[in-house]
């Protein structure tokens, strides 16, 4: 096990700072978002989603929910369309992975160049790659489940045509395919470690500023969002 593992130590030292950092700004959203939940777009437009039900099922606007979350379906669709095809890819390197090796090589100055090495990389991105496409998967059941219960006559004494059990599994459906948009985020890491671990270590750092600045809501909408907050049903 250890002659194993000595050849692929730096490499496997880089993956785990790339998780641990990636890890660490995921931690670091989740505790802003509990002292502030409008701090991210994701928590603002958690807020918009559960008064976007309220209003629905209150004034019965079943066109507008269902051309909604048609919209909704079709994109997590598409993602998880597109998480599949990229798995058969990856699949289809590891046939050609002598071939394409040297290549790959170029840039890596300081992680192993074995052969085993690679199989490891490519079976890493693949676990990715099926992890956004089980999230997206996911997402689109729960919106299908959302399509039929938001256009049932709301009921107190039915839990689940309750406005609050419809927004809970909404907002269940969003977070999926946030999950799966993550997964795709880290894919990028991933693929220039192939080019080298400490390409990985710096594409991670790259991708979470960026990542950060698409997550942050600005500062100018805070007014605005807020009275999502105000809404006359709260659930």
Known sequence: MREFILPHLFDLVCLGVSMALFTAYNVFIWWRLKGNPIYTVQGATSMARKSWVV????????????????????????????????????????????????????????????????????LILLGNLFVAFFSFSSSIRLFNHVGFMINVPCSERDYSTSITFVAIQLDRAARHFHNGMRAFYFMVPLVFWFFGPLLLVAATMVMIAVIYGIDKTPAMDYDYISTFSHKRCKL
């Open 55 to 122: 209003q629905v099922m209150e004034e019965r606007s079943d066109i507008l929910a269902v051309q909604t979350l048609r919209n909704s379906t079709m994109a997590a669709t598409f993602l998880a369309s597109t998480a599949i095809l990229l798995s058969v890819g990856v699949l289809t390197l590891t046939g050609q992975a002598e071939k394409i090796g040297e290549t790959w090589r170029t840039l890596n100055l300081f992680g192993s160049t074995e052969q085993s090495m690679l199989a490891i990389k490519l």
